[in-house]
């Protein structure tokens, strides 16, 4: 699953709990990874946002997650 996929996601109502369980993770693990990558939930917005460099906005959320999990295990 590409980052976008999980942002989309969470953006459209899912929970870090439902998308962790569907890829057999933990939901700090996904959190974590999220982080790491510069998203966060803005509670204000009820949205995940970037806030890493706008240029690597657009690379970051090509990225699939099983290449970067095993950052976290």
Not at 7 to 34: C, H, P, V
């Amino acid at each position: 699953m590409l980052i976008d996929e999980i942002i989309q996601k969470l953006n459209n109502g899912s929970t870090y709990e439902d998308i962790a369980s569907s890829m057999k993770i933990s939901e700090d693990i996904l959190r974590n990874d999220l982080k790491n990558f510069g998203f966060h939930y803005d509670n204000k917005e009820k949205k995940v946002l970037f806030t890493g460099y706008e240029s690597e906005y657009e690379n970051t959320l090509r990225i699939c997650y099983t290449d970067i999990k095993k950052l976290s295990t």
